[in-house]
């Protein structure tokens, strides 16, 4: 008698962190690309032009746009991802992610359709917002999932790396476009790397696709413990644990003060730093973290996630001041200095740890809405930080020194946070999001 086995899904930590790596850097080429033409070019191109400042918080608002989607992306697509499966959603975040960078490549501008071009512009900006509110969780999720123990940090961590690397390629094709001619840049210019995305998708979609689904969702999926409504059970059984996430997820603060807000303040009349030079400070402090990410997320695994993720946002916020008065000072050799501190070093403490710590602190059937939901507060404070940073800075040399406090206190905020949560390294993934009572009497999660 023949037995016919159940064609189960395997471990594939390698591949998973390949796809969370070409995903995430897929989102975040497109953000970066779509904050460094917020900074230096929508406002010259998509608004009005009778008070450039107004135009430059117009342009940094929309960029703040797409955060206000992520909520909405977050419940919608970590509830199809907690049902049907991590690896379909995530597919359908690519597509979604890719379409509307490349439809923002070929937007007409204000002068050819006036008020129309900036409509269109928070249209596009929304659907990018949207998709990127289910890509960190599920990416997060698939490759925890997939993850070996005790090197479940390390694996994860490359959603992170991701978001280095693509930050980093935005920045290699935005640098030559940025030193064109104003003319060819206002009119042609600014659209290459908006149109250069599509390489990307294309990449991570086929990667995506040859990728099995999680072992965890099959068992799940067989044991018929599957949540009908993800988002309403995680808010009864986890509140304290979303609201955490909320806190933590402040951490992106300083990354979109740091190259957004950043950019705009040094290229600035007030400062006056080339904008080329700019971007290669962020090019260089944001490239070091491809290294710094997996290390020290390594470090996580061997130490507990709690005592890297406090270090990082203390460190972040000492030298958030350092970065900024460095810039003030418009010495390069400084401004280099502090941002390698800040982002590569500290920052990248925060950055590599919290695709799993975030991700471990919710039980498997609500894993990625846990996640997609819990986030989506801090990231909707980091969207808008850029435009709310150029609105309170003050004027003259010290001029950055609002800008740094607000940045202070989120970090405050994240790092106390992440200080109150339960250390989860060393916890098995079967036993992730359990209660202590649950843990000790072997009950499964419902």
């Given amino acids: ?23 995430s850097a897929l989102e975040y080429y497109d953000f970066f690309i779509y904050g460094s033409a917020a900074a230096l070019v929508f406002g010259t191109i998509f608004f009005p032009q009778g008070d450039p400042a107004v135009a430059t918080i117009g342009a940094l608002a929309t960029f703040g746009v797409g955060y206000v989607a992520r909520p909405l992306g977050g419940i919608v697509l970590g509830h199809f991802g907690d049902k049907l499966g991590r690896k379909k959603i995530l597919l359908i975040t690519l597509v979604i992610m890719g379409t509307a960078s490349l439809a923002i490549g070929f937007l007409p501008t204000f002068g050819q359709i006036g008020y129309w071009a900036p409509a269109l512009l928070v249209l596009c900006r929304l659907a990018q917002g949207f998709s990127a509110g289910g890509e960190a969780a599920g990416a997060s999720s698939l490759t925890l999932e997939h993850s070996p123990e005790g090197r479940r940090g390390f694996f994860t961590s490359f959603t992170m790396t991701g978001y280095a690397a693509g930050m980093v390629l935005a920045t290699l094709v935005f640098i030559p476009v940025a030193s064109l001619p104003a003319e060819a840049l206002y009119s042609w210019g600014w659209r290459v790397p908006f149109w250069f995305s599509i390489v990307v998708l294309v990449v991570a ?42 806190f933590c997820a402040l951490f992106a603060v300083t990354q979109t003060v740091f190259t957004v807000f950043g950019l705009a303040y040094a290229t600035s009349e007030h400062v006056g730093i080339d904008r080329t030079t700019m971007l290669w400070v962020q090019t260089v402090a944001i490239g070091g973290s491809i290294v710094a990410i997996p290390l020290l997320a390594r470090l996580s695994d061997r130490v507990g996630r709690r005592p890297v993720w406090v270090t990082g946002a203390v460190g972040c916020l000492g ?10 000072t418009a010495n390069i050799a400084l401004v280099f200095v502090g941002a390698i501190l800040h982002m590569t070093l500290f920052y990248s403490m925060l950055n590599g740890l919290w695709p799993s710590f975030f991700t ?16 989506q507060v801090g990231f909707l404070v980091a969207g808008f930080a850029p435009a709310i940073g150029y609105a309170i800075q003050g004027t003259g040399a010290d001029g950055w020194v609002p800008v740094a406090v607000m940045t202070s206190i989120c970090l405050a905020l994240c790092g106390a946070a992440g200080f109150s949560a339960r250390e989860t390294a060393f916890t098995r993934l079967g036993e992730l999001g359990r209660t202590r009572a649950e843990r000790a009497a072997a009950v499964p999660v419902r």
């Fill in 1 to 23: 008698m023949s037995v016919v086995a159940h064609d189960t899904p395997r471990q594939m930590p390698r591949k998973a962190a390949l796809a969370a790596f070409l995903g």
């Fill in 205 to 246: 979609y086929w990667v995506r696709s040859k990728l099995d689904e999680t072992p965890v969702f099959a068992d799940a999926k067989e044991a018929d413990e599957v949540s009908k409504v993800p988002a309403l059970r995680v808010l009864r059984t986890q509140p304290l644990d979303l609201l955490r996430v909320a």
């Fill in 319 to 328: 030298t958030v001041f350092l970065y900024f008065w460095a810039i003030s």
């Fill in 360 to 375: 471990e602190m919710f039980a498997a059937p609500v894993r990625y809405t846990g996640f997609a939901i819990g986030t």
